[in-house]
Nanobody, 122 residues
Framework: QVQLVESGGGLVQAGGSLRLSCAAS???????MGWFRQAPGKEREFVAQ????????TYADSVKGRFTISRDNADNTVYLQMNTLKPEDTAVYFC????????????????WGQGTQVTVYS
């Protein structure tokens, strides 16, 4: 069983950037990895995901062109580079993983981190 730990969240002014990291306790080379977020009073939503090889990525429309997901399987780490941040990006960001299956459905993800808070102020 893989344990996931997010880091890199914080407080940033609108227009700024943050880079989130997700460190896994074991090998994630066979895992599709994703990022989700949950804003106060809202349901958790999909942000981005990357295939096990890194060759395929998918983004929510709200972050497309601003966020980039990447991975380093040798280091068992997944990243989310967030640029041009907006106040509406404020949320707790969660890293998640699942074996092979490439699906953006939250229910398909088996492993979750505890989340890291991102707050964007204007």
């Amino acid at each position: 069983q893989v344990q996931l730990v997010e880091s890199g969240g914080g407080l940033v002014q609108a227009g700024g950037s943050l880079r989130l990291s997700c460190a896994a306790s074991g090998s994630i080379s066979s895992y599709t990895m994703g990022w989700f977020r949950q804003a106060p009073g809202k349901e958790r939503e999909f942000v981005a995901q990357i295939s096990w090889s890194g060759g395929r990525t998918t983004y929510a429309d709200s972050v497309k062109g601003r966020f980039t997901i990447s991975r380093d399987n040798a280091d068992n780490t997944v990243y989310l580079q967030m640029n041009t941040l907006k106040p509406e990006d404020t949320a707790v960001y969660f890293c998640a993983g699942k074996l092979f299956k490439y699906s953006t459905l939250e229910a398909d993800y088996n492993y979750w981190g505890q989340g890291t808070q991102v707050t964007v102020y204007s």
